[in-house]
């Protein structure tokens, strides 16, 4: 194998997709010849080594990707809980990014003030919502992040990995405040490497590999798609 062939290999095991050349740039095949459907009641949990594509479908099925064939068809309103960064902006105030957050997760200006004090009070963060972000601990901004991003109502609640932000006791909130936003979502998509995790919220499971994924099957047969 030449210089260039090992190079091409080792990247095509650290992406897991499929590499390709166009125009002389390389570009990656994350995902291929997916067919999935889900329906109300359906805890669909993705398994794969990293790289293997769970973000990127997770991504797609946000609406954040738009696939180069095929479609991704989504009734109701979609929580992606895949980012919790996403939008803040560190100069604006405490409120001023719950606003914004609220708003990249689909709610309506009416809907994130009839909830700001909810959310103001489970970030635990009183007066230092009025302060700019950039004056907070990593700690502090993951709390706001978290509060705003799981006030959202959903059908379809898409995780990369089960959330845990904040201390200990802040933990013990969040877990509750997720296992509420689990139950009231029609669908949940989470992927995961925690099998211990999937077994106990999900009742499906689909195995991703280079970019191609496996048929979805109960639950139960994880250990045989991580034997496969």
Known sequence: MDAKSLKKHLANITVGGRLGEHHGSTDVTALQGLNLELKAGDRLGLIGHNGSGKTTLLRALSGAYEPDEGQVEVRGRIAALLDL?????STATGYD???????????SSKEIDERMDEIAEFTGLGPFLAMP????SAGMQAR???????????????????IAVGDADF????????LKLVEHAGILVLASHDTELLRRYCNKVMRLEGGVASPVTDIRKMDELLAA
Do not use: P
């Open 144 to 162: 706001m992040a978290f509060a705003a991003a799981t006030a959202v109502e959903c059908d379809v609640l898409l995780m990369d990995e089960w």
């Open 97 to 107: 990014n719950i606003r914004l957050r609220g708003r990249i997760s689909g709610m």
């Open 85 to 89: 960064g996403l939008g803040i902006d």
């Open 133 to 136: 972000v950039k004056t907070y």
């Open 171 to 178: 933990q013990k909130l969040a877990h509750k405040r997720l």
